[in-house]
């Protein structure tokens, strides 16, 4: 009992460093572990509103900080455990004010109804993944097949899939639409086979009009389930059945991927989505604010927008700490204040300007910088570059098209196929490792 304690006590320090302070005491408080048994977690929760909030809202960021601390996890349950009349009566009130509609997902589909296009900011960083989504609703089948969209966590990516799936579902209430995580396919894939029942999950799969599969990532080495997906995709795709995937990264950076399935993958639409800019995150903010039915000035919120470039949950997890402040003072709030609740939030900014780093690098390697722009074959000058595009991708998280574009005129795919050699290289080669962190102390 006390290693499972202060396993769930490390886990929560790191899940607290990911959410804001307003979210993390509201559905974290009164949380346990109980218990580990043939690799799933049961957290104890104190009622069916951190249940579903949890399960729905913070499940897969639970997930991977307990994957983090201990191995073998496979999957999170959420059992309800007593707790004291006083704490109940508390959180009768607070929930009493709860908009139930986002704890409702549809148990046939699994589809959130909140998440559709009319609610769905666009701007540059997203607008072709946007686009080929609407394409795609309208469609099902004849174009984009598969949809692959990809990009770091909390950049909307599950809005855009379901949004997919509920404009199908509008369009034509007789389509058959599913949506999953890759995890939930995983299990009931293994359970299937333990119980003798792996026909019926065939056929399950097979009837889908629209399947959705989200966080295809985690299918990393799992080879029964990767062998099933694998069918499973083929029948659909003969079939003229739209199939939809989302991940973290792009399908030639999975491990442990069979290339029978790569290719599957990559023979459709792969759409990156990135991080928003600037006047991005200004539209979302101001998006939020307007379904809060909450007033900010316009500088505090132009503040905002600015000082916070990560990914949007953690731009909406902040604005959601300042909105609670402002319900609390019942009055008009000031930079000065923001500046002060968001201080241990706001990231330093990682400038990134792409002539420089190639600067840096070539003077590394001793070549000269204008050879990088160049189309030569020449080794010293073709590993250089290949660096170049490792390093602006992994630690700057420039868009492969526009390493291209700025590499002299290369196609995406080109970079792509560079950064995957680079850290396929590093798995065999010690003296590449020194050479990549001696690189990265030149932009510390």
Known sequence: MEDHKQLWDSCLIEIESNTNKANFNTWFKNTSLIKQEDGVVYIGVPNDFVKEWLATKFHKLILKTLMNYTENIRSVEYSIIKIQEKEKNEQKEFFGSLPLNDLYINKEDNLNPRYIFDNFIVGSFNELAHAAGIAISQNPGKTYNPFFVYGNTGLGKTHLIQAIGNTVKLKDSSKKVHYIT?????????????????????????????????????????????????????????????????????????????????????????????????????????????????????????????????????????????????QLKNKPIEINDVKHLLKNTIKPKKQVAIEDIVKTIANFYGVEETAIYEKTRRKEIVHAR???????????????????????????????????????????????CHEIDKIKILFK
């Open 182 to 326: 890759l995890e939930k396919f995983y299990i009931e894939c293994v359970g299937a086979i333990q119980s003798n029942k792996i026909n019926m999950f065939k056929e399950k799969y097979r009837k889908y009009d629209l399947l959705i599969i989200d966080d295809i990532q985690f299918i990393t080495n799992k080879t029964k389930t990767q062998e099933e997906l694998f069918h499973v995709f083929n029948t659909l795709y003969e079939s003229g059945k739209q199939i939809v995937f989302s991940s973290d990264k792009h399908p030639n950076f999975i491990t442990g991927l069979e290339d029978r399935l790569k290719s599957r993958f990559t023979q459709g639409m792969i759409v990156e989505v990135m991080e928003p800019e600037y006047e991005s995150r200004l539209a979302i903010l101001k998006a939020k604010l307007a379904q809060n039915g909450t007033i900010i000035p316009d500088d505090v919120i132009e503040y905002i927008a600015n000082a916070i470039e990560g990914n949007i949950r953690e731009l909406e997890g902040n604005l959601n700490t300042i909105i609670c402040q402002v």
């Open 386 to 432: 290949q660096i170049i595009m490792y390093i602006l991708r992994e630690e700057f998280n420039v868009s492969f098209p526009l390493i291209g574009q700025r590499l002299g005129g290369k196609d995406h795919t080109t970079v792509i196929h560079s950064c995957t050699k680079i850290k396929n290289d590093l798995n065999k080669e010690p003296d590449l």
